[in-house]
Structures are given as structure tokens and as C-alpha cells.
T-cell receptor, first 111, second 111 residues
């Protein structure tokens, strides 16, 4: 089955700096890569996703890049704000039914 | 904005008892899912459901688990004989295609 590795497990950044989270996946057939943000005690919420026919996608301060050859995708958050503090999960899927999640990255934005 | 609703928000049960977790997916969504998240760990896929049948399930979803869509709006997860290790947050999700909307979760505590 699919195995998603996520790094780092924790990330502390100064407000205004950028944060980068990296994930790798094992199944070359995976073609859908969403990112979820989970605030403490709350549900995961989709923040951005990318499909394998696209190399990069951007939505305001958030961008995701995908390298299919290396089976690697990353989340970039620019101009971080305190409200960006949360746990971020990457995920991968090949058939839209089963999402395999990474272990999560706890992002702390220092004011 | 449409939401996935889950009840109860917290369920405490004795080991060996049966529990039913309830979910009302978004009305025009066709795909339904259950995930679980053990405290402090990643989100784990349990099962997906489409067209009134299970489309995929994980190795976690053994014979103790079952899902049902008893009517046009509810989607339930039943755990027949709960074990201590079933204690977790259980999230229901639904989607039109790939982007999942998660419910707020049911925290199951097995004592």
C-alpha cells in the first residue's frame, strides 16, 4: 500500500517568515495530493490540493509543488501569521477512495 | 457552508460493548468515509463507501467494524465489541469527488 513520509515533525518559525513541509510517497500510481490543516481539537480542513498533471499550485500565501519523478511534494506557506499555527498533514491517493496521510507537522508561528 | 455533522461528540463505553457512531454527510455528496485519529497521531483511513457499498477498506477495518447507510441521510460506523485500543477520535467525511469535508469528530473512550 501507499506509504507517506512527512518532515519535519515540528517546525517553529518567526512570524513573517516562510514555512516548508515536505512529503514523499511510495506508490507511483498516486495522483492526488491534498494538504490538511488541523487546529487543536478540531477537524482536518483541506487547504490546498494538487493532481499529478500539475507541477505547482498556489492559493494566496500557500503553494504546493509536486515532483512526480522523485515522488515528492511540498507545502510552502509564505508570510506566516500566528493563525497559521496548527498541525499540517499531507496525504496521497491513487483512486480517490483511500487517502494515506503523513504523520503530520506541528507548525508554531512565533509572534 | 454545508457541513458534515457527527453525533455524539464524545462517547464513553465499556470494553466489549457495541457502539454506533453517527454521521450526516453533505446532502449532494456521493462518497463517504470513516477515519480515526489516535490522540497525537496521524489520521488513519478506515473505510470508504460509494453507491451503497464499501469501495475500499484498510487493514484496521476488521470484522469488528461495519458501516451502514440506513436511510438517505445517515452514515453509521458500528464497532461490535470495543477494545481499549479503539479509543480514538473518529472522523466521518464526505465528498463529491476528491476533496473531502470532515465532520467535527466523535471522541470514543473505551474504559
Amino acid at each position: 500500500g501507499e506509504n507517506v513520509e512527512q518532515h519535519p515533525s515540528t517546525l517553529s518559525v518567526q512570524e513573517g517568515d516562510s514555512a516548508v513541509i515536505k512529503c514523499t510517497y511510495s506508490d507511483s500510481a498516486s495522483n492526488y495530493f491534498p494538504w490538511y490543516k488541523q487546529e487543536l481539537g478540531k477537524r482536518p480542513q483541506l487547504i490546498i490540493d494538487i493532481r499529478s498533471n500539475v507541477g505547482e499550485k498556489k492559493d494566496q500565501r500557500i503553494a504546493v509543488t509536486l515532483n512526480k519523478t522523485a515522488k515528492h511534494f511540498s507545502l510552502h506557506i509564505t508570510e506566516t501569521q500566528p493563525e497559521d499555527s496548527a498541525v499540517y498533514f499531507c496525504a496521497a491517493s491513487q483512486n480517490d477512495y483511500k487517502l494515506s496521510f503523513g504523520a503530520g507537522t506541528t507548525v508554531t508561528v512565533r509572534a | 457552508e454545508p457541513e458534515v455533522t457527527q453525533t455524539p461528540s464524545h462517547q464513553v463505553t465499556q470494553m466489549g460493548q457495541e457502539v454506533i457512531l453517527r454521521c450526516v454527510p453533505i446532502s449532494n455528496h456521493l462518497y463517504f468515509y470513516w477515519y480515526r485519529q489516535i490522540l497525537g497521531q496521524k489520521v488513519e483511513f478506515l473505510v470508504s463507501f460509494y453507491n451503497n457499498e464499501i469501495s475500499e477498506k484498510s487493514e484496521i477495518f476488521d470484522d469488528q467494524f461495519s458501516v451502514e447507510r440506513p436511510d438517505g441521510s445517515n452514515f453509521t460506523l458500528k464497532i461490535r465489541s470495543t477494545k481499549l485500543e479503539d479509543s480514538a477520535m473518529y472522523f466521518c467525511a464526505s465528498s463529491e469527488s476528491s476533496g473531502r469535508v470532515f465532520g467535527s469528530g466523535t471522541r470514543l473512550t473505551v474504559v
